[in-house]
């Protein structure tokens, strides 16, 4: 589902109009594909189904489930993917709960500058690929240890 080469941002915000506006301005001014949903519910489900997802911006106040849940979900089941919260109600306390709950990477504060919001995402796609490169790297760093942990194994069988 996901189109080749393209890194996905999913956008989730109760608003049709913020929505519209921040697929508008991603869609023209970046190279990635955009998903969005006004309902958490529906996102949630898309997030096993879209493939891999880089960036996840959703609002923080949504009738059917807050943000903060919402990125603990999306942390949970695509852990590579970059947490954004976008907020109207800037508050610390929300803040520091989304990082601790969410591994929230950035706060976004309604409104937003877009020249702003294009260098967050952009840089959330590159920790996106950097943590799928780290895992990666570390998936092939466990491979080799179960393999040498075998040959010590004959080894040790071998001169015994």
């Not at 309902?39 to 960036?55: F, H, K, L, M």
């Not at 520091?96 to 959330?124: F, M, Q, S, T």
């Not at 790297?137 to 179960?146: D, I, S, Y």
Request: hydrophobic share 45%.
């Amino acid at each position: 589902m996901q189109e080749e080469g393209k890194d996905t941002i999913l956008l989730v915000d109760d608003e049709e109009m913020v929505v519209r506006s921040l697929e508008g301005f991603l869609t023209l001014e970046t190279p990635y594909r955009v998903l969005t949903y006004c309902s958490p519910i529906e996102a949630r489900r898309v997030v096993d189904e879209a493939g891999p997802i880089s960036v996840v911006v959703a609002d923080f106040m949504m009738p059917e489930m807050d943000g903060i849940s919402f990125l603990k979900e999306v942390r949970r089941r695509q852990p590579q993917a970059t947490r954004l919260l976008l907020t109207g109600y800037a508050d610390k306390e929300n803040a520091i709960r989304a990082i601790n709950e969410a591994g929230l990477y950035y706060y976004l504060e309604k409104p937003w500058d877009n020249e702003h919001l294009k260098l967050i995402v952009r840089n959330g796609v590159e920790r996106s690929a950097l943590f799928n490169e780290l895992s990666a790297r570390v998936a092939a760093l466990e491979a080799a240890h179960g393999e040498l942990a075998g040959f010590r194994e004959k080894l040790v069988k071998a001169f015994l």
